[in-house]
């Protein structure tokens, strides 16, 4: 998070904008929604990029993650997205990179979950310290049993990564 104050949307219960903003950080009523993105950047080798998360960081410090953030009012998921990967990991991501896969429901939001092709090298990636404490790369089967196993209450979401994985060939 930057020093200013993010400011995010507020989506119905069927994704739509209410019109509604609140402050990240500020409990989200019950039947109100924020918007987040998730990225699954891999390289055309089918090497998935990990970033571990700062131990810094309020929520789910130190675990290893994909590229993923908040959606900002006025933003759409890959704006977002493009955003994410260019502070966290100094990636520029070109939009037409982004394959939308799913959007998943959570009890408070909706992740728009995303498969990014890009030919990079890992030393290229500039980390945002405060966000991300290091990087990896991992086969697609390692990433898929890292997802089972860490979102084991949503099974939606590793069953979309695993048919997504499954359609693009890459397990």
């Known amino acids: 998070m930057g020093e200013h104050p993010e400011i995010l949307d507020i989506y119905d219960?069927?994704?739509n904008l209410t019109?509604?903003?609140i402050l990240r950080g500020t409990p989200i009523r019950n039947?109100?929604?924020s918007l987040s993105v998730h990225m699954y950047i891999y390289t055309p080798k089918g090497k998935f990029?990990?970033?571990?998360?700062?131990t810094k960081k309020r929520s789910l410090p130190g675990i290893w993650s994909v590229t993923c953030g908040a959606v900002k009012?006025?933003?759409d998921s890959i704006t977002a997205g493009i955003r994410e990967a260019k502070e966290?990991?100094?990636?520029?991501i070109p939009a037409e990179s982004f394959r939308f896969i799913e959007k998943i429901?959570?009890?408070h939001?909706?992740?728009d979950l995303y498969f990014v092709e890009l030919d990079f090298d890992i030393n290229d990636c500039k980390l945002q310290k405060d966000e991300v404490d290091s990087v990896r790369m991992c086969s697609a089967s390692e990433l898929l049993a890292l997802i089972r196993s860490s979102e084991s209450s949503n099974s939606s979401y590793a069953a979309a990564v695993g048919r997504a994985m499954k359609k693009m060939n890459l397990i």
């Open 31 to 33: 039947g109100e929604y």
């Open 105 to 107: 429901k959570r009890r």
């Open 73 to 75: 009012t006025g933003e």
């Open 19 to 21: 019109g509604k903003t």
């Open 88 to 92: 966290e990991v100094g990636l520029d």
């Open 13 to 15: 219960e069927n994704a």
């Open 49 to 54: 990029l990990l970033q571990k998360r700062s």
């Open 109 to 111: 939001s909706f992740i």
